[in-house]
C-alpha cells in the first residue's frame, strides 16, 4: 500500500525547480527529493524527516549531487532518527560510491534501489538479516 504525504517546491530564477515529496510505503516513509541537492535542499530535506515518524528511507534517483557535505551533515544529525531507523537508496552507482566516500555509508545505510531498503526492512522484521543495520567502514552500496 503507498500513500502521497505532499510535496514541498522552491524554485530561483538560475535554478531548476526542486522539490520534495513524501510518501508512505507499508510502514515507511519514502522521502524524495528532485532537483539539484545543495545545502537549501539538503536543509528541506532534514525539516520533511524530522517531521515524519517511523522508519525513512531518502530516494536520491531524481536529483543530482550537488554538495555531499550537506547530506553527510544530514546523516550525521544527532535530531534524525537512529540509523536503524533511516536509510538511502539511489540507482546511481557513482552517486552511491560519493556517499560511501564521503563517511555517509558509516551513519547510514546504503542501498541501490528503494525496492532493496524496502525488502531488507521487511526481511529483519521477519528474522531475516540485519536490515538497516550499517558497520562502520562496510557500508557499500547494497
Do not use: K
Amino acid at each position: 500500500m503507498t500513500a502521497t504525504l505532499g510535496t514541498r517546491t522552491s524554485m530561483t530564477d538560475n535554478e531548476p525547480e526542486s522539490s520534495v515529496s513524501v510518501r508512505r510505503s507499508h510502514d515507511v516513509v519514502v522521502v524524495r527529493p528532485r532537483g539539484g541537492l545543495d545545502a537549501a535542499l539538503a536543509d528541506e530535506l532534514r525539516s520533511t524527516v524530522l517531521d515524519t515518524s517511523g522508519p525513512v528511507v531518502i530516494d536520491l534517483d531524481e536529483c543530482v549531487l550537488i554538495d555531499p557535505a550537506s547530506l553527510e551533515r544530514l546523516a550525521a544529525d544527532p535530531a534524525l532518527p537512529e540509523t536503524s531507523e533511516l536509510a538511502i537508496a539511489c540507482r546511481r552507482l557513482s552517486c552511491r560510491q560519493l556517499l560511501v566516500r564521503s563517511g555517509i555509508g558509516d551513519h547510514v545505510a546504503i542501498f541501490g534501489r528503494l525496492e532493496d531498503a524496502l525488502q531488507a526492512r521487511e526481511f529483519a522484521r521477519s528474522g531475516y538479516g540485519t536490515g538497516w543495520g550499517t558497520v562502520a567502514g562496510n557500508n557499500r552500496s547494497r
